[in-house]
């Protein structure tokens, strides 16, 4: 990989885990749009918790983590971790499958490039 592409990349990671962080301290506590209608609708009471209520990061938290805004930084942080360790993850391994080494789409297997006879010449 280029430094070119790795700086990209660091830079990117950082923007994300930046803006899930500290974007997160700035998130609205108000009840999303599907929590808002039922309560509008008279129905909000019958909600029930889902099965992963009780699991480390519901509610967009860490569980044990006494501080709302710390904690919800940090669940952010952990589930940009996570997505971008899965998708590495599967992208490595898809990788493998098709056998496609980096870089094997060179211009030249391209489409209406110019045979090696042509290019010799």
């Given at each position: 990989?280029?430094?070119?592409?790795?700086?990209?990349?660091?830079a990117g990671l950082l923007l994300a885990l930046l803006i899930a962080g500290v974007?997160?301290?700035?998130?609205?506590?108000s009840p999303d749009g599907l929590e808002w209608?039922?309560?509008?609708?008279?129905?909000?009471?019958?909600?029930?918790?889902?099965?992963?209520?009780?699991?480390?990061?519901?509610?967009?938290?860490?569980?044990g983590v006494d501080d709302g805004r710390?904690?919800?930084?940090?669940a952010g942080v952990i589930g940009v971790a996570v997505t971008l360790a899965l998708a590495g993850g599967l992208t490595l391994v898809l990788r493998r499958r098709t056998?496609?080494?980096p870089g094997a789409g060179d211009l030249a297997d391209a489409p209406g490039a110019p045979v090696a006879a042509d290019r010799a010449g």
């Open positions: 990989m280029s430094r070119r592409n790795r700086g990209f990349l660091v974007g997160s301290y700035y998130a609205s506590s209608s039922a309560e509008e609708e008279g129905f909000g009471s019958t909600a029930e918790d889902s099965a992963t209520a009780g699991s480390p990061l519901a509610d967009y938290a860490v569980d710390l904690s919800g930084g940090l056998g496609a080494a």
